[in-house]
């Protein structure tokens, strides 16, 4: 049983920044796919920014530049660096990585961080 335990939301002001932080624990053979989504009220589910297991990153237009996502493969933990934030960044952050346990390919969800920007 693989989980993930999201860490590193909470309140800040508009331009100030946070860390979120995505720990996989359990049986993972390899990570290959980690990726940070957002779920603002009233709003679908939108991806944020994602990041390959060698290391090939992709954002969102909306964060370019402002946000960086980051991995440890030693300890199966994805970090997104969010700077400059703004109250549009508002939503619950969901961490979602693919892995392979044994023989089989897997996906697992987070169960989501709070991030609110307002002043």
């Known amino acids: 049983q693989v989980q993930l335990v999201e860490s590193g939301g909470g309140f800040v002001q508009p331009g100030g920044s946070l860390r979120l932080s995505c720990a996989a624990s359990?049986?993972?053979?390899?990570?290959?796919?980690m990726g940070w989504y957002r779920q603002a009220p009233g709003q679908q589910r939108e991806l944020v920014a994602t990041?390959?297991?060698?290391?090939?990153?992709n954002y969102t237009d909306s964060v370019k530049g402002r946000f960086t996502i980051a991995r440890d493969n030693g300890k199966n933990t994805g970090y997104l660096q969010m700077n400059s934030l703004k109250p549009e960044d508002t939503a619950v952050y969901y961490c979602?990585?693919?892995?392979?346990?044994?023989?089989?390919?897997?996906?697992?969800w987070g169960q989501g961080t709070q991030v609110t920007v307002s002043s």
């Open positions: 990041i390959g297991s060698e290391g090939i990153t």
């Open positions: 979602h990585i693919q892995f392979q346990v044994g023989g089989t390919f897997q996906t697992a």
């Open positions: 359990g049986s993972i053979k390899k990570l290959y796919f």
